[in-house]
């Protein structure tokens, strides 16, 4: 069932923008773990700013390429999260909750809403 249409997907994009690059600060991350929060804001914005949605600024990036990214980041961020064995655990839990909200995001948007809005 998808429940967020383009829209929502790209303010939910920023927010999590805002989530990784504040996660460090709040969270109180150093070394590892907060290069990688700082790493995937970036990331994560670039992909934002760069992807044919409606709040994205150049509109290069194909949403079905934003898609698959995202698919792919979810998994992989839990998996890499559960198997660093020198992850502090604030850090491994943080990560693998980051990695369940991009599936969960993944998972409930309507992609194809974006090229109906365009």
Known sequence: ??????SIHSTL????????????TLLDFSG?????AYLLAGVHL?????TDMPFGLVKIIPMRLHALVEMLVGPTLIAAA????????GAKGF???????????????DYASA????
């Open 13 to 24: 994009d920023y927010v999590t923008v805002v989530v990784f690059a504040s996660a460090p």
């Open 32 to 36: 590892a773990p907060a290069v990688l």
């Open 95 to 109: 990560f693998v909750a980051s990695g369940v909200a991009i599936c969960a995001v993944w998972f409930l948007s």
């Open 115 to 118: 090229t109906k809005s365009a």
């Open 46 to 50: 670039a992909m934002t700013v760069l």
């Open 1 to 6: 069932m998808k429940m967020l249409n383009a």
């Open 82 to 89: 559960l198997l660093a064995p020198s992850l502090v655990m």
